[in-house]
């Protein structure tokens, strides 16, 4: 018998939906912003003709998502990862040799006049597929958590990280690199595995993090890092976050810019038609500049708020998610998410180093912003699949 849902439940989840569509029209004031004052762009309204493209696919591309049900989700899963897989691969031979001089890595294929990156698509189909064996390996047990059982999920999930591991090595795209740990190490956290486990990986991984910043900051620590096919901008990237002002003419020049472009700013900036501090590639990975120099300390403030709220949000999905694969996927995409934010805007503010990360729904439009849309789609399909089911039970 079908019974109504109450009007009050709607199967479209607004309240993830606000903050969204926010941060997307806070990106466009940005982009407007860089563009005007980049002395390299003749005309503005062509680039943002494309970020609103990129938009309008994005946003299709969610609700696509979003109407997905669960058990063909679940059945694509293994597909979309091989798939991703398998875009990544065709880099070896196909990556654009333009991107890669430009940048030092081979993380683009260019098809004509079209060009994008593989691993974004990676980054969700690694969610869904790590979400899809942590579903499989805990049902399969059906009772409480043994050290045997926890080590053979680990060994499952290390066993597909593997592969994207290993071509991002090839990629020597050591930022992205960050994002695939990170949402490793949230999904093994909400896992279910033993505190043991957990207390001694953490360990080691932060043993591995401490001794790999001291091997960076020594001469002969760099040596053996350069045996590694570690390269020379990977270095310098650490001396610039270190010392950002003293290589303000050289490595540091992107960097040292950018905090001159957001200390400007003050309080409450200096208006979007005043951006007066040259920052390069400021409509991407320095898009959070724009911000600080132009609306200051608050305005930076509230966009971080604006941020938090979105991550709330998703929060709340996972918390009230009645399947433990969708549980999974949003604590996959929180982390994805995350990773991105606490980067890009710790490597504006000189907290962290540059690793070429966007800021999800700001920088300029892309792979990267459109994986942002499929990323959200993913948790509306949860909500929508359960209020959906409700209906019709």
Same mark, same amino acid.
């Given at each position: 018998?079908?019974?109504?849902?109450?009007?009050?439940?709607?199967?479209?989840?607004?309240?993830?939906?606000?903050?969204?569509?926010?941060?997307?029209?806070?990106?466009?004031?940005?982009?407007?912003?860089?563009?005007?004052?980049?002395?390299?762009?003749?005309?503005?309204?062509?680039?943002?003709?494309?970020?609103?493209?990129?938009?309008?696919?994005?946003?299709?591309?969610?609700?696509?998502?979003?109407?997905?049900?669960? $058990?063909?989700?679940?059945?694509?899963?293994?597909?979309?990862?091989?798939?991703?897989?398998?875009?990544?691969?065709?880099?070896?031979?196909?990556?654009?040799?333009?991107?890669?001089?430009?940048?030092?890595?081979?993380?683009?294929?260019?098809?004509?006049?079209?060009?994008?990156?593989?691993?974004?698509?990676?980054?969700?189909?690694?969610?869904?597929?790590?979400?899809?064996?942590?579903?499989?390996?805990?049902?399969?047990?059906?009772?409480?958590?043994?050290?045997?059982?926890?080590?053979?999920?680990?060994?499952?999930?290390?066993?597909?990280?593997?592969?994207?591991?290993?071509?991002?090595?090839?990629?020597?795209?050591?930022?992205?690199?960050?994002?695939?740990?990170?949402?490793?190490?949230?999904?093994?956290?909400?896992?279910?595995?033993?505190?043991?486990?957990?207390?001694?990986?953490?360990?080691?991984?932060?043993?591995?993090?401490?001794?790999?910043?001291?091997?960076?900051?020594?001469?002969?620590?760099?040596?053996?890092?350069?045996?590694?096919?570690?390269?020379?901008?990977?270095? $310098?990237?650490?001396?610039?976050?270190? $010392?950002?002002?003293?290589?303000?003419?050289?490595?540091?020049?992107?960097?040292a810019r950018g905090l001159t472009a957001i200390g400007s700013g003050e309080l409450v900036g200096k208006g979007l038609t005043n951006l007066q501090v040259y920052?390069?590639?400021?409509?991407?990975?320095?898009?959070?500049?724009?911000?600080?120099?132009?609306?200051?300390?608050?305005?930076?403030?509230?966009?971080?708020?604006?941020?938090?709220?979105?991550?709330?949000?998703?929060?709340?999905?996972?918390?009230?998610?009645?399947?433990?694969?969708?549980?999974?996927?949003?604590?996959?995409?929180?982390?994805?998410?995350?990773?991105?934010?606490?980067?890009?805007?710790?490597?504006?503010?000189?907290?962290?180093?540059?690793?070429?990360?966007?800021?999800?729904?700001?920088?300029?439009?892309?792979?990267?912003?459109?994986?942002?849309?499929?990323?959200?789609?993913?948790?509306?399909?949860?909500?929508?699949?359960?209020?959906?089911?409700?209906?019709?039970?």
């Amino acid at each position: 018998m079908k019974r109504a849902l109450p009007s009050k439940r709607e199967p479209v989840n607004y309240a993830l939906l606000l903050p969204v569509f926010l941060l997307i029209l806070v990106g466009f004031i940005a982009q407007y912003g860089a563009f005007q004052a980049d002395p390299t762009v003749d005309s503005i309204f062509p680039l943002l003709k494309k970020q609103l493209l990129w938009t309008v696919l994005g946003i299709f591309s969610m609700f696509a998502t979003m109407f997905i049900p669960i $058990n063909y989700l679940w059945k694509l899963t293994p597909v979309f990862y091989s798939l991703s897989l398998l875009l990544m691969s065709l880099l070896i031979k196909f990556h654009d040799p333009v991107m890669a001089a430009a940048t030092g890595t081979k993380r683009w294929i260019r098809l004509g006049p079209f060009s994008f990156q593989p691993s974004e698509f990676m980054k969700l189909g690694y969610i869904l597929m790590l979400a899809y064996i942590i579903t499989k390996k805990r049902q399969q047990t059906q009772t409480s958590s043994i050290l045997k059982d926890d080590f053979r999920l680990l060994g499952a999930m290390s066993l597909v990280s593997l592969p994207i591991l290993a071509l991002m090595f090839y990629q020597k795209d050591f930022g992205t690199s960050l994002v695939f740990v990170s949402i490793f190490l949230g999904m093994v956290v909400v896992s279910g595995c033993s505190w043991k486990i957990l207390t001694v990986g953490f360990a080691g991984l932060s043993i591995v993090g401490i001794s790999g910043i001291l091997l960076v900051l020594t001469e002969q620590g760099q040596k053996l890092l350069s045996y590694l096919h570690f390269k020379p901008y990977q270095f $310098n990237r650490i001396h610039a976050w270190l $010392n950002p002002f003293e290589y303000a003419d050289s490595i540091s020049f992107q960097q040292a810019r950018g905090l001159t472009a957001i200390g400007s700013g003050e309080l409450v900036g200096k208006g979007l038609t005043n951006l007066q501090v040259y920052v390069p590639v400021r409509e991407s990975d320095m898009i959070f500049t724009v911000i600080g120099e132009a609306y200051g300390f608050l305005g930076t403030c509230l966009l971080i708020l604006l941020f938090f709220y979105l991550i709330y949000q998703m929060l709340i999905c996972t918390l009230h998610a009645k399947r433990e694969f969708y549980a999974y996927i949003t604590t996959g995409v929180i982390m994805y998410f995350l990773f991105h934010i606490l980067e890009n805007i710790g490597s504006n503010i000189g907290l962290l180093p540059l690793t070429g990360i966007p800021l999800p729904f700001i920088s300029q439009g892309g792979t990267a912003y459109l994986a942002n849309f499929i990323g959200i789609g993913l948790i509306l399909s949860m909500y929508y699949q359960k209020e959906k089911n409700e209906i019709e039970t």
